[in-house]
């Protein structure tokens, strides 16, 4: 009897949430569609981060101080890139880790579920460098099976902030079924370096800042921060076939550091 009420209730049942992808394409889309140097949010944001927006480059740019970004990549992602390699960003939005990645690798394939992002990152990208092509992402749908085993390294930078844990889950099973199964990965000589690796960032709830602007937040909402604990991203990642090599503790002076958790792993 109650089996049967249950089906009966959801035959009756409407769901009205949107799947986090789709709120994120929008949102997206919007956010680069209206994105100018001059247009008053974006000063805003820019001045939030102490640097003017005269300065901005990239869409993305008014996020963070140059200086934060570069100690994160010459640390977590450049000592593990090659000229040899073929590489992946997952959520290249305006371009602008891609435009560093892309002189130290072979080939970047950038890959976003924002029309409007990727068409912006082209624009600014193909002026620049000619190893970078650009997929488009098809919301919940695995990722075309042409790009199976193709990457060396896959990275995702401030993008995973965006995902419930749902799509999170979904993310990362795809990350692992795009990268190598094998083959060295300058310039580390060490043992067990074989294998594709993944750098990926997480908002962290365990660190200070990050507790603190999830303590702002009344309820979590596209644009904001979907923070998750260390033990959850390691979850995640060892639930889709990667192994944690090393992870970020909470670092001072640094506006991703002291807020989100870095991740460098390698897939099983």
Not at 214 to 238: E, M, T, W
Request: hydrophobic letters at 40%; charged letters at 20%.
């Amino acid at each position: 009897m109650v089996l049967e009420l249950l089906k009966n209730l959801q035959q009756c049942a409407v769901y009205t949430d949107t799947p986090n992808f789709e709120t994120n394409r929008k949102l997206w889309n919007a956010y680069a569609q209206s994105w100018a140097t001059d247009a008053e949010w974006v000063q805003r944001m820019s001045k939030d981060v102490s640097k003017p927006s005269a300065e901005l480059a990239f869409v993305g740019d008014e996020w963070s101080d140059a200086e934060s970004l570069t100690e994160v990549l010459k640390e977590w992602l450049f000592p593990h890139l090659a000229t040899t390699q073929t590489v992946a960003e997952i959520g290249s939005g305006g371009g602008r880790v891609a435009a560093q990645v892309a002189e130290k690798v072979g080939r970047l394939v950038c890959f976003d579920i924002s029309e409007t992002m990727l068409k912006t990152a082209q624009k600014k990208l193909q002026e620049m460098h000619g190893n970078v092509d650009f997929h488009l992402l098809q919301g919940d749908a695995p990722y075309p099976a042409r790009f199976h085993e193709t990457f060396d390294v896959v990275y995702s930078f401030d993008v995973f902030v965006h995902m419930d844990l749902h799509e999170m889950r979904h993310t990362l099973t795809c990350i692992q079924s795009i990268l190598r199964p094998g083959g060295p990965i300058p310039p580390c000589q060490d043992e067990g370096s074989e294998g594709g690796l993944l750098f990926v960032s997480f908002a962290n709830l365990l660190a200070p800042e990050g507790w603190r602007r999830f303590a702002r937040q009344k309820h979590y909402s596209v644009g904001g921060f979907y923070f998750v604990s260390p033990d959850i991203a390691r979850c995640l990642l060892q639930r889709t076939g990667f192994r944690v090599l090393a992870s970020s503790t909470p670092r001072r002076g640094n506006i991703y550091l002291c807020r989100d958790l870095l991740v460098l792993a390698r897939k099983e």
